[in-house]
């Protein structure tokens, strides 16, 4: 009896595993033409001074509309770009398209905002990253203090030695770093205070319980203090409340993004709403 049933496991078990195969075979095959296509599109965030509201910048977020299957998740499409190296043609383009449409908003009358974009362990370590970011500010004519770079705990820890002199020189070219999902991934804190940081983001995992799980108000407000003490600022993610914007802004959080001020807008909203808020002189 019992052997049969542990054969049965095994069967769901290789269903299963077969069917996560496939549907990446299938992700990987239909990613392959998304940007010649035009199936992919940037969507944005607004960030925001914890304590006056005021927008500081925007973070662009990857969206892909695939003509059958609708709307594809990130957390789908980005792990098998990755993992298929597929993340380099598309992290370009994202780079690129980013620093568009901020200069355009600029053009047409924004007052100059941060654009935020993420960047990929891949990414990071191809030989030509520098010159990639580098060519999407010359091409685009986005001055570089307006561009951040946000990067993962675990893809500056791959290889550090390497991170420190790729993000030393983004950073000598005046454009700002963030480390994301601060507290989730593996890091050193000795490292950490050697590379050229600006941001680090509270995770939304710390974030979501924070009015009643002490252990995540502690990380939440332990991360604030020992950003401030490396003189870093701090973006809280995911801030859905008012209850959550105040415990951040009464402990000293800089900024802020999350649904309780927007969700990501195409670019046509984004740039409506960001004009309304925060219009040039
Ligand atoms: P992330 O960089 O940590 O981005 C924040 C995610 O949280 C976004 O999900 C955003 O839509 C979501 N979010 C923001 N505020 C709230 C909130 O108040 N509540 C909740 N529940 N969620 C909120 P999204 O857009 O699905 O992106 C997921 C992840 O995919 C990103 O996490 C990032 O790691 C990755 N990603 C997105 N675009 C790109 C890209 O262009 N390149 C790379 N390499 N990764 C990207
Ligand atoms: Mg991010
Ligand atoms: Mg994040
Ligand atoms: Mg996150």
Not at 84 to 93: N, Q
Not at 188 to 214: N, Q, T
Not at 242 to 263: P, T
Not at 275 to 281: D, V
């Amino acid at each position: 009896h019992a052997k049969s049933a542990g054969r049965n496991n095994y069967q769901f078990f290789a269903a299963d595993m077969n069917q996560i195969a496939t549907e990446r075979l299938d992700i990987e095959r239909k990613l392959r033409h998304a940007i010649s296509r035009n199936e992919l599109a940037l969507v944005y965030q607004p960030q925001f001074r914890a304590d006056s509201s005021r927008p500081t910048g925007v973070e662009a977020l990857l969206r892909w509309h695939h003509p059958t299957d609708g709307m594809i998740s990130p957390d789908r499409f980005i792990p098998v770009a990755e993992e298929t190296g597929m993340i380099v043609e598309i992290g370009d383009w994202v780079m690129l398209t980013a620093c568009r449409e901020m200069k355009h908003w600029i053009d047409n009358g924004l007052k100059p905002l941060r654009v935020a974009v993420n960047v990929s362990a891949r990414q990071l370590r191809r030989r030509d990253f520098c010159e990639t970011v580098a060519g999407a500010l010359a091409e685009s004519g986005l001055p570089a203090e307006l561009l951040e770079l946000e990067i993962t705990e675990s893809s500056v820890m791959e290889n550090p030695q390497e991170a420190i002199h790729i993000l030393e020189r983004i950073g000598r070219m005046g454009i700002s770093l963030a480390i994301d999902d601060f507290g989730t991934g593996y890091s050193s804190l000795a490292y950490l205070k050697l590379f050229p940081i600006d941001h680090l983001k509270i995770d939304r995992s710390f974030v979501r319980d924070i009015e009643h799980d002490l252990n995540d108000r502690a990380i939440a407000f332990g991360t604030i203090a020992l950003a401030h003490s490396l003189g870093l600022n701090v973006i809280a993610e995911g801030v859905e409340t008012a209850d959550q914007l105040e415990l951040l802004r009464a402990n000293g959080c800089d900024e802020v993004q999350g649904y309780l001020f927007s969700k990501p807008l195409t670019s046509g909203a984004a740039f409506a709403f960001l004009h309304a808020a925060h219009p040039a002189e």
